[in-house]
C-alpha cells in the first residue's frame, strides 16, 4: 500500500511539473516573457525598495523585508484572485486613472483600490462597506455620495473615486505622507493619529499596527509589483485574456422618477439585467428621485456586448505576451 502510494505521489508531482514546464513552453520562442515563469514552486525575490506615490520604500531592515516577503507570497501563489485582478484592471484602470490625475491623486494610489475591493464594483462586506472603495454608508454620505435603499453612489465608479480622492487629500494634508494616508484608509485617521503621538514616529511604516493594517500596506505595494510585471512573478497573460472597457452607447439624463426601470431599459433596447449592470448605484427596480435631482444613467451597447476577444487591447502592454 505504501509503495503504491508513493507512485501515486509521484506521478502527481511529475504530472504538475510537466503541466507547468509544458505551460512555459507554449509562450513561444517568439514571445518570451522577460521573466521566466518557475516551472517549480519557488520563493519570489523581495525587492530592496519599491517606489510608491514619489517615496522611495527602502525594504532593507529586515521588519520591513519579512512583511513584504509574506504579502508578495500571498499574491504569487493565490493564482485564482491575482488572475483575476488583472483582467479586471483593463476595464476599471481606463475610467479611475484620469479621474486621479484630475484630482490630483498619484496613480498609484488605485493599488489601494485594488486591495479593497479586488476591482469587483459590486462588492460589499459584511461589515456594510461597497463599491470599489468600500465606503461605509456614514463616509460615503460625508464625502457626498447618496447612500439609501433606493440609490447607493458608492457603487458609481466615477462619483465614488472623486469621493476617494476628496478623503485622501483631506488625510494627505493632516499626515504629508501617502503610506500613512493608505494606513490611515484601512485604520481609520484618529487611529493613525493616536499611534503617531503615543509611539512617537511620523511614519505608519515604522508603527506598531494592527495586523490588518500592518498587512494592509504591504499589500498594496505588492499589488504595484505585480501588476507592474505580473510574468515576474509567474502571471502570463495574453490580450484576449483581458476584460475590456466597452463605453455606453448612450447617457440619459433624468430629472423625474422612473416607476418601471425594466421598462426603461426595453425602451432603449437592452434588458433590464444589463442596464443594472452598467448602473449598479441603482439598487431597485424603480427610481424613486423624489426631489427631482439630475442622474446620468448610462445605456450599454448591446451589440458591443458581444466582442470578439482576439481584438481586446490590453491597457498597460506590460501585462500580456502579444504586445
Same mark, same amino acid.
Given at each position: 500500500?505504501?509503495?503504491?502510494?508513493?507512485? /501515486?505521489?509521484? #506521478?502527481? @508531482?511529475?504530472?504538475?511539473? $510537466?503541466?507547468? +514546464?509544458?505551460?512555459?513552453?507554449?509562450?513561444?520562442?517568439? %514571445?518570451?516573457?522577460?521573466?521566466?515563469?518557475?516551472?517549480?514552486?519557488?520563493?519570489?525575490?523581495?525587492?530592496?525598495?519599491?517606489?510608491?506615490?514619489?517615496?522611495?520604500?527602502?525594504?532593507?531592515?529586515?521588519?520591513?523585508?519579512?512583511?513584504?516577503?509574506?504579502?508578495i507570497l500571498a499574491f504569487?501563489?493565490?493564482?485564482?484572485?491575482?488572475?483575476?485582478?488583472?483582467?479586471?484592471?483593463?476595464?476599471?484602470?481606463?475610467?479611475?486613472?484620469?479621474?486621479?490625475?484630475?484630482?490630483?491623486?498619484?496613480?498609484?494610489?488605485?493599488?489601494?483600490?485594488?486591495?479593497?475591493?479586488? /476591482?469587483?464594483? #459590486?462588492? @460589499?462586506?459584511?461589515?456594510? $462597506?461597497?463599491? +470599489?472603495?468600500?465606503?461605509?454608508?456614514?463616509?460615503?454620505? %460625508?464625502?457626498?455620495?447618496?447612500?439609501?435603499?433606493?440609490?447607493?453612489?458608492?457603487?458609481?465608479?466615477?462619483?465614488?473615486?472623486?469621493?476617494?480622492?476628496?478623503?485622501?487629500?483631506?488625510?494627505?494634508?493632516?499626515?504629508?505622507?501617502?503610506?500613512?494616508?493608505?494606513?490611515?484608509?484601512?485604520?481609520?485617521?484618529?487611529?493613525?493619529?493616536?499611534?503617531?503621538?503615543?509611539?512617537?514616529?511620523?511614519?505608519?511604516?515604522?508603527?506598531?499596527?494592527?495586523?490588518?493594517?500592518?498587512?494592509?500596506?504591504?499589500?498594496?505595494?505588492?499589488?504595484?509589483?505585480?501588476?507592474?510585471?505580473?510574468?515576474?512573478?509567474?502571471?502570463?497573460?495574453?490580450?484576449?485574456?483581458?476584460?475590456?472597457?466597452?463605453?455606453?452607447?448612450?447617457?440619459?439624463?433624468?430629472?423625474?422618477?422612473?416607476?418601471?426601470?425594466?421598462?426603461?431599459?426595453?425602451?432603449?433596447?437592452?434588458?433590464?439585467?444589463?442596464?443594472?449592470?452598467?448602473?449598479?448605484?441603482?439598487?431597485?427596480?424603480?427610481?424613486?428621485?423624489?426631489?427631482?435631482?439630475?442622474?446620468?444613467?448610462?445605456?450599454?451597447?448591446?451589440?458591443?456586448?458581444?466582442?470578439n476577444p482576439r481584438e481586446t487591447?490590453?491597457?498597460?502592454?506590460?501585462?500580456?505576451?502579444?504586445?
Amino acid at each position: 500500500m505504501k509503495k503504491q502510494l508513493l507512485y /501515486l505521489v509521484s #506521478g502527481l @508531482v511529475m504530472g504538475v511539473s $510537466a503541466t507547468l +514546464l509544458l505551460s512555459h513552453q507554449a509562450v513561444g520562442d517568439d %514571445e518570451q516573457p522577460r521573466s521566466a515563469v518557475p516551472s517549480v514552486v519557488t520563493s519570489p525575490q523581495v525587492p530592496t525598495s519599491v517606489d510608491f506615490a514619489g517615496q522611495t520604500i527602502d525594504l532593507s531592515r529586515a521588519d520591513l523585508h519579512e512583511r513584504m516577503d509574506r504579502e508578495i507570497l500571498a499574491f504569487t501563489y493565490s493564482h485564482q484572485l491575482t488572475m483575476l485582478m488583472l483582467k479586471r484592471a483593463n476595464r476599471i484602470f481606463p475610467i479611475v486613472e484620469p479621474l486621479l490625475k484630475e484630482c490630483g491623486v498619484p496613480d498609484d494610489l488605485k493599488y489601494l483600490m485594488v486591495i479593497e475591493s479586488n /476591482l469587483d464594483p #459590486g462588492i @460589499v462586506s459584511r461589515a456594510g $462597506a461597497a463599491g +470599489l472603495w468600500q465606503f461605509m454608508p456614514a463616509t460615503g454620505r %460625508e464625502y457626498g455620495l447618496e447612500v439609501n435603499d433606493n440609490i447607493d453612489e458608492r457603487y458609481h465608479i466615477e462619483k465614488a473615486t472623486r469621493a476617494a480622492c476628496s478623503y485622501l487629500k483631506k488625510q494627505y494634508r493632516q499626515f504629508g505622507d501617502w503610506m500613512t494616508v493608505a494606513a490611515s484608509y484601512n485604520g481609520g485617521p484618529g487611529g493613525v493619529k493616536s499611534k503617531q503621538a503615543a509611539q512617537g514616529v511620523e511614519s505608519a511604516m515604522d508603527m506598531y499596527l494592527v495586523e490588518e493594517t500592518s498587512r494592509y500596506m504591504f499589500r498594496i505595494l505588492t499589488a504595484k509589483l505585480v501588476f507592474s510585471d505580473p510574468r515576474r512573478y509567474g502571471f502570463v497573460l495574453r490580450s484576449e485574456d483581458l476584460y475590456p472597457y466597452i463605453p455606453p452607447k448612450d447617457t440619459v439624463t433624468v430629472t423625474t422618477p422612473i416607476a418601471d426601470l425594466a421598462a426603461f431599459a426595453r425602451q432603449h433596447g437592452v434588458s433590464f439585467a444589463q442596464l443594472k449592470a452598467d448602473n449598479l448605484w441603482l439598487r431597485e427596480n424603480s427610481l424613486n428621485n423624489k426631489s427631482g435631482r439630475t442622474y446620468s444613467l448610462k445605456i450599454p451597447d448591446g451589440k458591443a456586448l458581444f466582442y470578439n476577444p482576439r481584438e481586446t487591447r490590453a491597457h498597460d502592454r506590460r501585462w500580456v505576451i502579444n504586445r
